[in-house]
């Protein structure tokens, strides 16, 4: 039996068993997603720290200064600035005691001064792994802060490594929560308008809460074996409310049609599970195995990030399969309640888009030029990518931001500081002085020893001088710091990027092949999708490293991308242009079988998905049109390329470019095997046996 066939089997064997006992199914899916909650609280969540999160050089220092309890301090920098330099001095010398008696400072230098006096440099060193700075900096920002109030003729300025993380932490606890609760009533009212009845639109948001609920849980547990990074949590909310807000639709909508055609409750179901039920399948394994690739980074951060999707679309896939048929069974018409009188009845093929598609097939290969021709123009830019791990988080108008830029141009390299790890310590001072040299920073440099491991802290100006401390040290000798770890990232992401696109490609088209038997239109899926990519890839470039749309979307260009947007923004985006093609070639498989030719069927499949796809696609352009409105850039970035992406598929791709193809391939695309001797007569999955 052919893996579809026996796909369709299974999906309509799971759809039947959870009609047949929906009350106990949706009991059974709420015991599912409370013991994910139990476990999640019994094991708790293990945090991402900045130890775990690093690669390379950097990380292997790292690794053995926590080892030999020498880890680099972490050191934050208050800039004092008056017309008096008493003023200025009087200031110092309060934010110094208040700083030393504080439990989570080491030390407090405030010997830098410059304009004679009125500008001072408070340097204060904080306990602790400084990897975690964010944790140890309260109590001097509570000391900055009183200093304010204290001293109104004194501009104070703080900057460091925990400051700053705390300013991010506090922005995506605020903002991007912010951002989850507002995506709730949009998804709500755009489901709403796509099914003109209220309770039709809640049951897709029921499986997406759910799903994310249980997904929540589950990556407690999932971080007991990969830490887990904070802004994971609200990845994992508003791509698992899209994903299964989507699944939902689908099958809704199919489920409707089927009724509509005249099939009783049950046949309906058996038809919808056999169909969209399999186009779910192989869509969330596809997601699946585009989330996958980033665990070929090594990278903890996009592992973690990776498993926590990978869950909740996981969930979101059983749920369609199990308490999807189950809710649709108990609640029967009943899910058209809630109609406005005004609201139209949706449903059935779309006009617009039926003769679009119509014409688009007339013509095949004019029409798939013209679409690859607008896709290419859209991806043009991307030929000037440029990428950067330095790019800032927080915008340049942030207090932090500007506390960081004056400090730098008052007192260069005092904000940030380079550490040599080394198993061999003969001649420190030496190594010290010729750091110094190499760095030209000001400053003294700081050496600490434990055993045989010793650590130099050497004040750095710009971070091109990791590269030069490499170059021309021995190589005993370690460099890491905050420079040197973003540093080792990008090269990271330089060498493993290639690995993970390679990866994601090769399986999808393995899982095309083995869905639909045809190397010719796998490979045309597999470049229609590149071609969307690259198109967001394009939209992406144009928009963040220019300045034209700086005031529109509240950002400062800085002339790149950061590093780890394009990868991100590759499989999740990947994954997800999957669902709408494969949901439209399913579609188009079942005209065939109706026998259909192949231009007929095309049109015929777009057709008919062009209510399901416009609406799912308006859901989660709507969702990921929410990440722009955040102050952090790289959500900004990622919430433009995932929202042009979507966009482009559901339009240039699935509207023009698809049926242009399958068209195109004739025969050698989707086969009409099984085909049914009576053209006009309906696909019945449940029921045809030459469809067995």
Not at 378 to 402: C, F, H, N, Q
Request: net charge neutral.
């Amino acid at each position: 039996m052919p893996a579809n066939e026996l796909l369709a089997r299974l999906t309509r064997a799971c759809a039947a068993a959870s009609a047949r006992r929906p009350k106990t199914t949706v009991l059974l899916w709420l015991l599912l997603v409370a013991g994910f909650v139990t476990a999640g609280a019994m094991t708790g969540t293990k945090a991402l720290t900045g130890a775990d999160a690093g690669v390379g050089e950097s990380a292997k220092a790292d690794r053995i200064l926590a080892d030999a309890h020498l880890q680099g301090p972490s050191q934050e920098a208050v800039l004092l600035r008056s017309n008096d330099a008493a003023k200025t001095e009087a200031a110092a010398a309060d934010l110094t005691q208040h700083a030393e008696a504080l439990s989570d400072v080491k030390g407090v230098r405030a010997d830098l001064q410059a304009d004679d006096g009125r500008t001072r440099l408070v340097q204060i060193t904080l306990r602790g792994d400084p990897n975690d700075a964010a944790d140890h900096v309260d109590g001097v920002i509570a000391a900055v802060d009183k200093l304010e109030q204290t001293h109104p003729d004194v501009t104070v300025q703080a900057a460091g490594p925990g400051t700053t993380d705390k300013a991010i932490g506090e922005v995506v606890t605020r903002e991007l929560r912010t951002a989850e609760l507002i995506s709730l009533p949009v998804t709500l009212l755009i489901l709403f308008l796509a099914f003109g009845a209220l309770v039709a639109a809640l049951v897709p948001l029921f499986l997406g809460l759910t799903s994310v609920i249980a997904a929540m849980g589950g990556m407690a547990v999932l971080s007991q074996i990969t830490p887990m990074d904070e802004a994971t949590s609200s990845l994992v909310v508003l791509l698992g409310l899209a994903v299964g807000v989507d699944y939902s639709l689908f099958y809704i909508r199919r489920e409707r049609e089927e009724r509509r055609a005249g099939r009783d409750e049950h046949a309906a179901l058996n038809a919808t599970a056999a169909t969209i039920g399999r186009a779910i399948v192989v869509s969330g394994v596809t997601v699946i195995a585009g989330l996958a690739g980033l665990l070929l980074t090594g990278i903890t951060l996009f592992a973690s990030m990776a498993l926590a999707t990978m869950l909740v679309v996981a969930i979101a896939v059983v749920g369609s399969l199990t308490v999807l048929p189950a809710i649709l069974a108990l609640l029967g018409d009943r899910i058209n309640k809630g109609r406005l009188p005004f609201m139209p009845r949706t449903g059935g093929e779309s006009r617009v888009w039926g003769a679009l598609a119509r014409v688009v097939t007339r013509r095949p290969r004019t029409a798939l030029a013209i679409a690859a021709l607008a896709l290419l123009a859209l991806a043009s830019p991307v030929l000037g990518l440029k990428t950067s791990g330095t790019i800032p988080s927080l915008p340049t108008d942030e207090p932090a931001m500007v506390a960081a830029r004056a400090i730098e141009q008052t007192f260069p390299g005092a904000p940030e500081s380079v550490s040599l790890v080394t198993t061999q310590p003969d001649d420190l001072e030496q190594l010290a002085a010729t750091a110094q040299e190499i760095t030209g920073g000001s400053g003294d440099a700081e050496i600490t020893r434990s055993g045989n491991t010793a650590l130099v802290t050497v004040p750095m100006p710009d971070a091109a001088a990791v590269e030069r401390l490499r170059d021309e040290l021995p190589e005993h000798v370690l460099i890491t710091g905050e420079a040197a770890a973003k540093l080792d990232f990008a090269d990271r992401l330089r060498v493993t990027t290639p690995l993970v696109i390679a990866f994601v490609l090769a399986l999808a088209l393995v899982l095309l092949l083995a869905s639909f038997r045809s190397l010719p239109l796998a490979l045309a899926v597999i470049g229609l999708n590149l071609l969307s990519v690259g198109a967001a890839y394009g939209v992406l470039t144009a928009i963040f490293q220019n300045t034209w749309a700086e005031s529109t979307l509240g950002f400062t260009s800085h002339g790149a991308i950061v590093d780890w947007v394009p990868l991100n923004t590759f499989v999740i985006l990947f994954g997800l242009s999957m669902d709408y093609t494969i949901l439209v070639l399913e579609r188009i498989r079942e005209a065939r079988r109706n026998g259909r030719n192949p231009r007929q069927a095309a049109a015929e499949g777009v057709s008919a998905t062009a209510g399901a796809v416009t609406s799912a696609a308006v859901v989660m352009v709507a969702i990921f049109a929410i990440f722009p409105t955040l102050p952090l850039i790289e959500m900004k970035m990622m919430g433009v390329g995932l929202a042009i992406g979507v966009l482009v598929d559901a339009t240039l791709v699935r509207g023009i470019a698809l049926p242009a193809a399958v068209a195109q391939l004739g025969e050698r695309g989707i086969k009409a095997r099984g085909a049914i001797a009576r053209p006009g007569r309906r696909f019945e999955p449940a029921t045809d046996p030459a469809a067995r």
